[in-house]
């Protein structure tokens, strides 16, 4: 027989299959309907044929194979009509199948529509239009009204407004200008960039948020691995009981039809195709989550714990206020930006940004520095050596704090952390540094808390006065000030011991040992930043800190959708053995029964991709998993 294509054939057998039903509607079992019968059986089964075989050899005894056994059974006895409609209805449910589930993998392939077909860029003075797999690293991409952009990098000039909905879930443009971040699989509304290539082809945010998902739908849940496993034995039991049903009733129509109604489809499909709905529904709205036992985790977790810097505040401190003693205010502001020339932490980041602002060009070198995690920095400029950090750093080096004791409480009773710059024994200055709470994180605190999570906390290696302001501030149950991040491991094994599951949130970049200590690593901001992406179990590709409670529901109703699927699964299973028990179920029907559960099993799945986007309110079903 030819070659055909799935459609062709199963176009061919309902040709065929109808025929056959009229014609022995019409005039029996004749010949010509016998033929027409066995063409069915034929064309609907060569491929449930080939595929039982072909698993043999692995030594996996699946469902094609109970429809192969049950077929032949029938043909043996002379049932043509029950061989050609189990065939029949077992090729058409899979075809069904295979449509309906493409929609459980809409939102990925939604995503791979949305990679870049081309690039804009500047060689030797001239635009030219390449793959973006040809853009070399350094090269000037050039972005137009509508158009693509084909690489992670750095604006270089120009102002535009950028749709960001593909890496980080958010609905509206992002206005973008020189020196800002932009990302492959993004697109320019309005405005024009030239853009340094910085991470092209198979390196940019987009192309490894594709691969993560696509490699998270395979990654499968514990229920799914159970499932997997049961189906292993299941079926070759299914295979046996038959056998001994036939031995003891000598019923061959009766054996056969068990066979066909014990395939296990829906039950072995209800997990992997919630799973594929729920992970490609989160990659929608900007969650990354890497698997399906990730998925089921999530909606477990008793505890959250949050970093301060950068997740429940944006990040990005401000100096309030610059406090010197018996040295001008200037004169301390340059010397501590000096010094925090060699740090990365927001705080550093602040004292420069603000020693920019005010000075200007400022001169100074740093000759020797080191960096005392979770303390500050010894730094030596100018043939002096400067301390700049907090009290535990002072105090380890025999500094005397009675006499600013008053001002550091003063600042940190506001929510500040205050910067001490100190030189031989004497504390030169306090440096105080706000940074600002994110709007929505309040209102996260209290939807998590609705979700039934048991304990919100916060772990900062930030002074205990300011920790205590802004917990209150957020309502937070509790928090743990003044940690290393040695101290953040030992607090989350604490809480894990006295509450269960728990979950750490941070921004991915100091809380690497944290976010891999938990039992789920949550990332804040994940885009472009490759230790995120890389170490937590969850990442919220935006800054959006809000989108974690849509995380934490979508976990739960993936979960609830999941459960669904299984007992009804279970029940359709119950059911049709009954009706084979009692002789009121044969062969076709019991095929028909199968494969309209397997489709529905599917179909309720699909409703998972639209979780979210309505707004409504699922409190029964986040809190209950019902």
Known sequence: MPKINKKHRVILATILVVISFILKEISGYAPVTIVLMLATTLVAGLPIFKNAFVALKYKIVGIDALVTIAVTGALFIGEYWEAAAVT????????????????????????????????????????????????????????????KVSVDGTVLEGNAYINQAAITGESLPISKMKEDDVFSGTILESGYMRIRADKVGDDTTFARILEMVEEAQDKKAKTQKFLEKFSRYYTPGIIALSALL?????????????????????????????IVAGIGNGAKHGVLVKGGEIMEKLGKIKVLAFDKTGTLTIGKPVVTEVIAMGIDKKELLRIAAIGESYSEHPLGRAIINHADEILGDYKGDVEEAEILTGQGIKAKIEGKEYLLGNRKLFMENGYNLDHVEKTLQDEESKGQTAIMVGLDSN????????????????????????????????????????????????????????????DKVRVLMELQEEYGATGMVGDGVNDAPALASADLGIAIGGAGKDVAMETADVVLMSEEIRKLSHAIG?????????????????????????????????????????????????????????????????????????
């Open 88 to 147: 029949f209805l077992f090729m058409l449910g899979d075809y069904l199948e295979s449509r309906t589930i493409e929609k459980t993998r809409s939102s990925i392939k939604a995503l791979l529509d949305l990679a870049p077909d081309t690039a804009r860029v500047l060689r030797k003075g001239k635009e030219v239009i390449v793959s973006p797999d040809e853009v070399l690293e350094g090269e000037t991409v050039i972005v137009k009204p509508g158009e």
């Open 427 to 486: 504390v030169l200055g306090i440096i105080a540094i706000a940074d600002v709470v994110r709007e929505d994180a309040k209102l996260l605190i209290q939807n998590i808390k609705s979700l039934g999570i048991k304990k919100v906390v916060m772990l900062t290696g930030d002074n205990e006065r300011a920790a205590k302001a802004i917990a209150k501030e957020l309502g937070l149950d509790d928090y743990y000030a003044e940690l290393l991040p040695e």
């Open 554 to 626: 979508l976990s739960r109703a993936t979960v609830a959708n999941m459960k669904q699927n299984i007992y009804f699964a279970l029940g359709v299973a119950a059911l049709l053995l009954a009706g084979v028990l009692v002789k009121t179920v044969n062969l076709s029907f019991g095929m028909l029964v199968h494969e309209i559960s397997v489709l529905l099993v599917i179909i309720n799945a699909v409703r998972l991709l639209g979780y979210g986007d309505k707004g409504r309110t699922r409190k029964k079903v986040l809190q209950t998993g019902e």
């Open 246 to 274: 036939y031995l003891f009733t000598r019923d061959l129509v009766l054996s056969l039809t068990l066979l066909v109604i014990a395939c296990p489809g829906a039950l072995v499909i209800s997990t992997p195709v919630s």
